[in-house]
């Protein structure tokens, strides 16, 4: 079975800056397309940006766009999002995910296309 395990969480002041990893490890599968959700207290869990195999094509949720940026090493299986200019709105335990479905942009925003989650970090931001 694939394992995703994140790390980079944490405390940070509103304007900051943090940037999570997300490595996965286990039974070899090609991970087509990863993405990162976030899930606030009460709330849905909700996408923020997902990107390709190759890397070169990514899409974000328009509340993170321009201030997030994800990224990619394929060979080594290895996820990151790049958070800066952090707000309090952005405080939620954020998960990685990863499919080996082909997905397109948009299909890439929905949830239940990711086959592998894990268990998430915390992040949060303080005004």
């Known amino acids: 079975q694939v394992q995703l395990v994140e790390s980079g969480g944490g405390l940070v002041q509103a304007g900051g800056s943090l940037k999570l990893s997300c490595a996965a490890s286990?039974?070899?599968?090609?991970?087509?397309?990863m993405g990162w959700f976030r899930q606030a207290p009460g709330k849905e869990r909700e996408f923020v940006a997902a990107?390709?195999?190759?890397?070169?094509?990514?899409y974000y949720a328009d509340s993170v766009k321009g201030r997030f940026t994800i990224s990619r090493d394929s060979a080594k299986n290895t996820l990151w999002l790049q958070m800066n200019s952090l707000k309090p709105e952005d405080t939620a335990v954020y998960y990685c995910?990863?499919?080996?479905?082909?997905?397109?942009?948009?299909?890439?925003?929905?949830?239940?296309?990711?086959?592998?989650w894990g268990q998430g970090t915390q992040v949060t931001v303080s005004s």
């Open positions: 995910a990863a499919t080996s479905r082909i997905l397109g942009a948009i299909i890439r925003t929905i949830r239940t296309n990711y086959d592998y």
């Open positions: 286990g039974r070899t599968v090609t991970t087509y397309a």
């Open positions: 990107v390709n195999w190759s890397g070169g094509s990514t």
